[in-house]
């Protein structure tokens, strides 16, 4: 496991980060999450060492981590940092030999991971003659080609397509079933709210929410409840503790003071007739989001 703990760093008189504390287990995905300016990036330049912290510490298993201990991490940077005229499969060879493969293990590996992100047909291009979500692809393949036990992804999904989104999801899928922890930053909170195990929230250089996806949508559901039934509901708008979101003939969104209401719309509503959906409406991370930073 990941832990950072406490970590805070500043720059003069401003703080970029503040005490920031939370863990990216062991084969589960991690979204990092937060707008401009957030803290993200200092955060995940600390953990890398790039930085260091004014206080607070990174561990992995239980051990502070040294330089060493980060060689068998991999990054990808927000900031595209491949060398535009090499070759592709080239580019990612070298960078597997730095971090101390084999010629054999990284020639073998660098075509696995291009084939995975469907990049083989690109191989022996210079990486400045590729689309920018090839580009992307391509540092997604520089990050994971020495099979790092930990990964770190800063706007992994930035610049591609739908059909490169897939892809990619599927290479960071995979990472995790190995055992990796993996950590990236997205503003794109639909996909993160798809891949992620866990979500961690940061506003203004502090921690405003981190748990498990399904932790934070019970946290931040507000009892809200969908039904829909053969007739008219309409009786709903009448019933004490409920307030009715959406209304339209047979279907009503609403939120329910307490659960035992919510089940008292559903006995009622089964009493009157046919019932033909009722069940919880958990928020979007959209709107976690934007709840917690407020």
């Known amino acids: ?40 990036t200092t955060t995940m330049r600390i953990i890398l060492g790039v930085l260091d912290a004014d206080s607070g510490q990174v ?11 980060r060689r068998i991490f991999g990054y990808m940077p927000e900031e595209r940092g491949l060398y535009p005229k090499m070759r592709v499969s080239e580019q990612i060879v070298y960078l597997g030999r730095l971090h101390g493969m084999s010629q ?13 992100l469907e990049l083989a047909a690109r191989a022996n291009d210079p990486v400045e003659s590729l689309s920018l979500g090839n580009q992307q692809r391509a540092q997604i393949a520089a990050a994971l080609v020495h099979e790092p036990e930990v990964l770190i992804l800063d706007e992994p999904f930035s610049g591609l397509d739908p059909m490169g989104v897939e892809t990619v999801l599927g290479v960071l899928r995979d990472a995790a079933a190995g055992g990796a922890p993996v950590l990236f930053s997205s503003h794109q909170l639909d996909l993160v709210e798809r891949l992620c195990d866990d979500l961690v929230i940061i506003s203004e250089g502090t921690i405003r929410a981190s748990a498990s996806r399904d932790e934070l949508r019970a946290q931040h559901g507000h009892a809200r409840w969908e039904l829909v039934v053969d007739g ?60 917690v930073i407020e």
């Open 1 to 40: 496991m990941l832990q950072i703990d406490g970590v805070s760093k500043t720059y003069g008189e401003r703080a970029a980060v503040s005490d920031v504390s939370f863990a990216v287990g062991d084969g589960r995905i991690t979204g990092f999450v937060g707008g401009n300016g957030a803290g993200k």
């Open 59 to 69: 561990t992995l298993g239980g051990e502070k981590l040294t330089a060493s201990d």
């Open 104 to 116: 054999r293990d990284a020639q073998a590996s660098t075509t696995r991971l291009l084939d995975r």
């Open 232 to 291: 008219d509901v309409g009786w709903i708008r009448d019933v004490p503790g409920v307030t009715v979101i959406e209304f339209d003939g047979g279907h009503a969104l609403f939120e329910a003071t307490d659960p035992s209401i919510a089940q008292g719309v559903l006995r009622r509503a089964m009493d009157s007739g046919g019932v033909t959906q009722f069940a919880p409406q958990h928020p979007s991370l959209a709107q976690i989001f934007t709840e």
